[in-house]
């Protein structure tokens, strides 16, 4: 791979998730200097529920880099010390670039204009630009990869963005789009984002070591937020049209799982697709095949392909139904929680 300058880029990475990581590890393999990663702190997870570090720690620790875990950013908020300790060690790795890529924190202005202040030889900092997972302005936020597939959007892509105090606010540097396949879920999509989010943020390093990046402000129209996906969000509405439902099941796949509640045991639902218009109440048991399980939706139906019992496995809508009886006639539960506003 081509080298990123001449004098190898010092770097801080400030990321948390697998998708971090794609990015952590393309940017060192290209011959960035990594002098600092920060990363949120190590969470219980697993059955077990043992503290685990996040995948971007991992990979910091398999390479020997140094790292950051504060509980907070604000130095003057509730994790004062913790902030106060990751700005010494910011100052100390003397960066030429911070990136962020779902880091899991707010960047607070001092982080900003440390990162913005020239090296003491003069010599200037190219400051914080951040991996974002959408066309910006198109989906803001926490969560643009789900809202994207729920939305019905044809493309998806990232942004490489000069970060402000604002929420995903920030001058546009680099932009690619990608498309969203009909069958794409989230994890899928996600894996495409990250992939394509690593190779734009090292062509920006390199642009950005050259002077050759230009930035653009975002436009002012068509501004949607990506709220966080809730897990009351799963439960399946079947007075929506099918192709709703079916983009639902996509974009909560894999978390949290869209479900639906049938003699009160509550089903995930993992894939589906559109089925056949039919004259029914919604929420009813149409049909049940090898093929799949029609349930009558608004104006439509729905075709449950891959379900899931509570403490089950994903299986295939015949394997399926070897183990859970089910009948023409029979009814989902249609009372849903509400929804948060969600930008859609």
Partial sequence: MKPLAEKPLKVIFAGTPEFARVALERIHTAGAQIVLVMSQPDRPAGRGMKLQASSVKQYALQHGIPVSQPQGLRLDGKYAADAAAAREAILAADADVMVVAAYGLILPQWVLDAMEAPHADGSPRLGCL??????????RGAAPIHRAIEAGDTHSGVTIMQMDVGLDTGDMLL????????????????DKVADLGADLVVQALAMAAQDALTARKQPEEGVNYAH???????AIDWTEDASSICRRVRAFNPFPGASAVLNGETI??????PGPVVDAHAGTVMDVG?????????N????????QRPGGKRLPAADFLRGFEMQVGMQFDLTVPSRDASGL
């Avoid at 995930?268 to 697709?273: D, S």
């Avoid at 729905?302 to 379900?307: A, F, H, I, R, S």
């Fill in 130 to 139: 951040n991996i974002h997972g959408s066309l910006l302005p198109r989906w």
């Fill in 175 to 190: 932009q690619q789009a990608l498309p969203i396949a009909a069958d794409d879920t989230t994890a899928t999509l996600h």
């Fill in 228 to 234: 966080k996906i809730e897990k009351h969000e799963a």
């Fill in 268 to 273: 995930k639902i993992w894939r589906a697709e």
């Fill in 290 to 298: 090898t093929t799949g399980i029609t349930v009558a939706a608004q």
């Fill in 300 to 307: 439509s139906s729905v075709l449950l392909q891959e379900l």
